[in-house]
């Protein structure tokens, strides 16, 4: 079974600063991928980034990038540089081998200009 | 290449009625997904299936909810005697393969209102 936790309901950062969107997970499988998912007012589900766990570096999408701590059970999200654009709903999301997404239950990104 | 199609976006029924959501995969993708997404919440896993297939349906109400995936068609999720509680957003996602690393598309959605 897998479980996603975002412990941050809502967040706000100013334009053009730092911002980590936390995501702890556990799971019983030893091979799993995780991600990080955007969805807009549009409700469009987007994919920001996505982590294979077997994989030690920090995956990086221009300014997206991820703190996975494995032995910790940690994958947050940074965005860099921030831009109003950015404002939206954030999913974390866990896949095991052959199994469906499991979805955290968001955090809502205020990007105050 | 189109993405993942649903439709309608928007449908409102009254108690009792059906409910029969569509979702297209994206061209060549045969594995989908739907997940139910209720107000300020994330994204519930409902069923998986492949093609005339159901892999996994552990996210399905035992009543009033079925899905299939036929050969030739877009993806149906129905929903009968529809109830206050069935309102919410209802997402189809399709991917290539049902490995891990392979991404999911997802769909617009469809909003469900019952009224």
């Known amino acids: 079974a897998q479980t996603v936790t975002q412990s941050q309901p809502e967040m706000s950062v100013q334009e053009a600063e730092t911002v980590t969107l936390s995501c702890t997970y556990d799971t019983s499988e030893s091979d799993y991928y995780l991600f990080w998912y955007k969805q807009p007012p549009s409700r469009q589900m987007i994919l920001v980034i996505r982590?294979?766990?077997?994989?030690?570096q920090n995956a990086t999408e221009n300014r997206f990038s991820v703190n996975f701590q494995k032995a910790a059970k940690s994958f947050s999200l940074k965005i860099s540089d921030s831009q109003l654009g950015d404002a939206a709903m954030y999913f974390c999301?866990?896949?095991?081998?052959?199994?469906?997404?499991?979805f955290g239950k968001g955090t809502r990104l205020s990007v105050i200009a | 290449n189109a993405g993942v199609m649903q439709n309608p976006r928007h449908l409102v029924r009254r108690r009792g009625q059906e409910a029969r959501l569509r979702c297209s995969p994206m061209?060549?993708?045969?594995?989908v997904y739907w997940y139910r997404q209720l107000p300020e919440e994330g994204l519930k896993f409902m069923v998986y299936l492949q093609k005339e297939n159901i892999i996994d349906e552990s996210g399905m109400p035992k009543e009033r909810f079925s899905a299939e995936f036929p050969k030739e068609g877009p993806s149906i999720l129905r929903i009968q005697q529809v109830v206050r509680g069935d309102s919410a957003a209802y997402f189809c996602?399709?991917?290539?393969?049902?490995?891990?690393?392979?991404?999911?598309?997802f769909g617009q959605g469809t909003r469900l209102t019952v009224v």
């Open positions: 999301a866990s896949k095991g081998g052959n199994t469906p997404l499991v």
């Open positions: 996602a399709s991917s290539l393969r049902g490995l891990g690393n392979t991404e999911a598309f």
């Open positions: 982590q294979e766990a077997y994989k030690q």
């Open positions: 061209k060549g993708h045969s594995h």
